[in-house]
């Protein structure tokens, strides 16, 4: 697979993140995948231009924003600009993007909509803020960033199971716990004979770290009289005012700076004891490689650490921020050598058999796997106009359609009278629907003169010929084949339909291409897509048939975006909107009581929502355009004007993020929508019981 990593700070550097990156991009190139990272480090592949336009994009920002919001916050929002140009600047295609931090998938998801990405959450942005940021109404503009971080991937990986408070609640089918892994190897455990019990810690010396608590509980030692001496690997903005507490109290201490990696793979199998006395952590890589290094570990009762150190087992848990139980907890080391000696022994049997790098990257593969199979890519085909990107499987149509009955429709049906409204007879003509079976739209057709014809990758559209002859029908081609793998130079047609098809697709954008490509002149594309962009259809369809839901791309339900796509492709619109009265159907039946009694009131309302005055966008169930192309030129051709190919991309860009938006915000509900559906079950349960 080809992997794009996407990483906010500058690599290599200092931290978790980065040793996060390396660790995985060295173990996926050596299973033979290839791997880039963009980095702010790629600032300076930008051109001038790029550069004009964050200059340009900086001051605007301050003109608007400066002494309303944060500086910090018009600095993060200027970086994240950088980073679109960067990606921008991006001319590779991938497979899967990978996501090191949560304020940039939507940057991300713009530049690249139809490509899969997985977003690794390494903390709460929000709660990360406030251990700096003393004002908490400041704090609260990057709460944004943590919904982006749960709400934009197509899965989200979490380094362990422990999820912060201030994290917007995550869809538990988008989930996967990945715990970081290292190559156990790179950590030689040597026979340990120190006189004295020699203690590490290594780390960013900042606040949150918890550094101070370590001294503190070092001061409180010292009554004692114990024998011991501490080794401080990192550097950062405490360390002056630590080494000040050191020689304040004469505590024997010793700091290193920073060492590269390679100076800490050699050094730390020399301790006995590893101090992590974090006050903020979720699951640090430090506490992984002294485990590998044999040594006992003492760390603050901090989130993911919760789950790399059983108590009394490979080591010993204290309570955040109370330095006299970790100054016992030294006591205990320091007093009981052969216990720390079995803890961190077992300590190197834990990492290697729970936190190794080859269980690590087998993880990810099957990240990947899954959100390549969401978007089903396969080859290009050989116009290269686009791939095959479905949302849904093809054994799903294939199951839906085991037993279901071609019929046509009555002469009152919505798509009827739509298609009657605006196609004329077609005596003589071809007509074409992609996605044709169960082929009831095909008989409107077919009624109207039209010699019919169909592709579907399902094996029963091979019995559709035979139906639709007896009907009186003219028949020409259907084909069990991939819509892609068609020659679209010699493949025209008088009409060209398809019904409910391209919002199945990431990449919808080149499959309504494909479609028109296979209009004749003075031809008819007509396209029909069920409508769940406007907020109350959105809603109901996430929040009582998620998993539908998940199988469509709402980016593509805009026929507003259509018409103006094909209207720089010379067609001529004769409609575009939306059209039927309110209709609202299941996929799965859900096993909650409370969504089945939703979903039934809403069944029951259909003539209330038939009444009510809401944009057509808000109610009407379809989506649907019919467009009428002028000329003989071929879509190809006309792509070939870079200016009207630019202009495509800028539209549907725009679209999609606008979508996204909605998206966004209707998933911050659909949280608390399932859990208030729990908590109602449930209620009914007790009441049963």
């Given at each position: 697979?080809?992997?794009?990593?996407?990483?906010?700070?500058?690599?290599?550097?200092?931290?978790?993140?980065d040793t996060y990156i390396q660790t995985l991009k060295s173990g996926l190139e050596k299973k033979g995948h290839l791997v880039d990272l963009v980095s702010y480090?790629?600032?300076?592949?930008?051109?001038?231009?790029?550069?004009?336009?964050?200059?340009?994009?900086?001051?605007?920002?301050?003109?608007?924003?400066?002494?309303?919001?944060?500086?910090?916050?018009?600095?993060?929002?200027?970086?994240?600009?950088?980073?679109?140009?960067?990606?921008?600047?991006?001319?590779?295609?991938?497979?899967?993007?990978?996501?090191?931090?949560?304020?940039?998938?939507?940057?991300?998801?713009?530049?690249?909509?139809?490509?899969?990405?997985?977003?690794?959450?390494?903390?709460?942005?929000?709660?990360?803020?406030?251990?700096?940021?003393?004002?908490?109404?400041?704090?609260?503009?990057?709460?944004?960033?943590?919904?982006?971080?749960?709400?934009?991937?197509?899965?989200?990986?979490?380094?362990?199971?422990?999820?912060?408070?201030?994290?917007?609640?995550?869809?538990?089918?988008?989930?996967?716990?990945?715990?970081?892994?290292?190559?156990?190897?790179?950590?030689?455990?040597?026979?340990?004979?120190?006189?004295?019990?020699?203690?590490?810690?290594?780390?960013?010396?900042?606040?949150?770290?918890?550094?101070?608590?370590?001294?503190?509980?070092?001061?409180?030692?010292?009554?004692?009289?114990?024998?011991?001496?501490?080794?401080?690997?990192?550097?950062?903005?405490?360390?002056?005012?630590?080494?000040?507490?050191?020689?304040?109290?004469?505590?024997?201490?010793?700091?290193?700076?920073?060492?590269?990696?390679?100076?800490?793979?050699?050094?730390?199998?020399?301790?006995?004891?590893?101090?992590?006395?974090?006050?903020?952590?979720?699951?640090?890589?430090?506490?992984?490689?002294?485990?590998?290094?044999?040594?006992?570990?003492?760390?603050?009762?901090?989130?993911?650490?919760?789950?790399?150190?059983?108590?009394?087992?490979?080591?010993?848990?204290?309570?955040?921020?109370?330095?006299?139980?970790?100054?016992?907890?030294?006591?205990?080391?320091?007093?009981?050598?052969?216990?720390?000696?079995?803890?961190?022994?077992?300590?190197?049997?834990?990492?290697?058999?729970?936190?190794?790098?080859?269980?690590?990257?087998?993880?990810?593969?099957?990240?990947?796997?899954?959100?390549?199979?969401?978007?089903?890519?396969?080859?290009?085909?050989?116009?290269?106009?686009?791939?095959?990107?479905?949302?849904?499987?093809?054994?799903?149509?294939?199951?839906?359609?085991?037993?279901?009955?071609?019929?046509?429709?009555?002469?009152?049906?919505?798509?009827?009278?739509?298609?009657?409204?605006?196609?004329?007879?077609?005596?003589?003509?071809?007509?074409?629907?992609?996605?044709?079976?169960?082929?009831?739209?095909?008989?409107?057709?077919?009624?109207?003169?039209?010699?019919?014809?169909?592709?579907?990758?399902?094996?029963?559209?091979?019995?559709?010929?035979?139906?639709?002859?007896?009907?009186?029908?003219?028949?020409?081609?259907?084909?069990?084949?991939?819509?892609?793998?068609?020659?679209?130079?010699?493949?025209?047609?008088?009409?060209?339909?398809?019904?409910?098809?391209?919002?199945?697709?990431?990449?919808?954008?080149?499959?309504?291409?494909?479609?028109?490509?296979?209009?004749?002149?003075?031809?008819?594309?007509?396209?029909?897509?069920?409508?769940?962009?406007?907020?109350?259809?959105?809603?109901?369809?996430?929040?009582?048939?998620?998993?539908?839901?998940?199988?469509?791309?709402?980016?593509?339900?805009?026929?507003?975006?259509?018409?103006?796509?094909?209207?720089?492709?010379?067609?001529?619109?004769?409609?575009?909107?939306?059209?039927?009265?309110?209709?609202?159907?299941?996929?799965?039946?859900?096993?909650?009581?409370?969504?089945?009694?939703?979903?039934?009131?809403?069944?029951?309302?259909?003539?209330?929502?038939?009444?009510?005055?809401?944009?057509?966008?808000?109610?009407?169930?379809?989506?649907?355009?019919?467009?009428?192309?002028?000329?003989?030129?071929?879509?190809?051709?006309?792509?070939?004007?870079?200016?009207?190919?630019?202009?495509?991309?800028?539209?549907?860009?725009?679209?999609?993020?606008?979508?996204?938006?909605?998206?966004?915000?209707?998933?911050?509900?659909?949280?608390?929508?399932?859990?208030?559906?729990?908590?109602?079950?449930?209620?009914?349960?007790?009441?049963?019981?």
């Open positions: 697979m080809k992997i794009l990593i996407v990483a906010y700070d500058a690599h290599p550097c200092e931290g978790g993140v480090t790629d600032v300076k592949k930008l051109n001038q231009e790029d550069i004009k336009r964050i200059v340009e994009y900086q001051n605007a920002l301050n003109s608007e924003f400066k002494g309303k919001v944060p500086e910090h916050v018009i600095r993060t929002e200027v970086k994240r600009f950088i980073h679109k140009q960067i990606l921008n600047s991006v001319n590779s295609t991938y497979d899967v993007i990978h996501s090191q931090i949560g304020l940039l998938n939507s940057v991300i998801k713009e530049v690249f909509p139809n490509i899969p990405l997985v977003g690794t959450i390494h903390g709460c942005i929000y709660s990360e803020t406030l251990m700096w940021e003393k004002n908490r109404k400041n704090a609260e503009f990057y709460k944004e960033y943590d919904d982006e971080a749960v709400n934009i991937p197509d899965k989200i990986i979490t380094v362990s199971s422990y999820l912060d408070k201030n994290l917007p609640l995550i869809v538990p089918e988008k989930r996967l716990v990945i715990h970081n892994g290292i190559n156990v190897s790179d950590f030689q455990v040597k026979q340990k004979n120190n006189q004295i019990i020699k203690i590490a810690t290594t780390g960013n010396l900042y606040h949150l770290k918890g550094y101070d608590i370590l001294l503190q509980a070092l001061i409180a030692l010292k009554k004692e009289n114990l024998l011991y001496e501490l080794t401080m690997f990192g550097d950062g903005s405490e360390r002056d005012k630590l080494e000040q507490i050191v020689k304040m109290h004469q505590l024997p201490v010793k700091f290193k700076g920073h060492v590269p990696r390679e100076v800490l793979q050699e050094e730390l199998p020399k301790f006995d004891v590893f101090v992590q006395p974090s006050r903020l952590e979720n699951f640090p890589f430090s506490v992984i490689e002294a485990m590998a290094s044999g040594c006992a570990i003492i760390c603050s009762k901090v989130n993911g650490m919760n789950e790399q150190v059983q108590h009394l087992k490979n080591g010993i848990l204290f309570e955040p921020e109370n330095s006299d139980q970790l100054s016992e907890c030294l006591q205990y080391m320091i007093r009981n050598r052969e216990e720390t000696k079995r803890m961190g022994i077992q300590g190197r049997k834990d990492a290697e058999e729970k936190f190794s790098i080859d269980i690590m990257v087998e993880k990810h593969e099957e990240v990947y796997r899954q959100v390549a199979a969401i978007y089903s890519t396969t080859n290009n085909t050989s116009d290269g106009l686009c791939e095959n990107k479905g949302l849904v499987n093809q054994n799903h149509w294939d199951t839906l359609y085991e037993n279901l009955d071609i019929y046509k429709p009555a002469e009152n049906d919505p798509f009827r009278v739509w298609i009657n409204e605006h196609i004329p007879m077609g005596k003589g003509k071809s007509c074409i629907e992609i996605g044709c079976f169960p082929g009831r739209f095909l008989t409107i057709f077919g009624d109207a003169g039209y010699t019919l014809n169909g592709i579907d990758l399902t094996p029963k559209v091979e019995s559709m010929p035979f139906y639709l002859s007896s009907l009186g029908y003219s028949i020409g081609q259907f084909k069990k084949q991939d819509f892609f793998s068609l020659d679209y130079s010699t493949t025209k047609h008088d009409i060209v339909c398809s019904f409910g098809f391209i919002e199945h697709f990431s990449n919808w954008l080149d499959v309504l291409l494909k479609h028109s490509e296979m209009v004749k002149e003075n031809g008819y594309l007509v396209i029909e897509v069920p409508n769940f962009s406007g907020f109350p259809l959105r809603a109901m369809r996430m929040f009582l048939d998620f998993k539908n839901y998940e199988g469509h791309n709402t980016a593509s339900m805009y026929p507003e975006v259509w018409e103006k796509i094909l209207s720089l492709l010379d067609f001529e619109i004769c409609f575009s909107g939306y059209f039927g009265e309110f209709d609202f159907w299941i996929d799965e039946i859900p096993d909650s009581l409370t969504k089945q009694k939703l979903i039934s009131l809403i069944m029951e309302s259909k003539p209330f929502f038939d009444s009510i005055d809401l944009p057509d966008c808000h109610i009407k169930p379809y989506c649907g355009l019919i467009a009428k192309k002028k000329t003989s030129k071929s879509v190809s051709a006309i792509l070939t004007n870079k200016s009207i190919q630019e202009t495509i991309n800028n539209i549907v860009k725009k679209a999609t993020r606008e979508d996204q938006i909605k998206d966004l915000n209707i998933r911050k509900i659909y949280s608390f929508f399932e859990l208030w559906c729990k908590y109602m079950d449930d209620k009914k349960v007790g009441r049963n019981l």
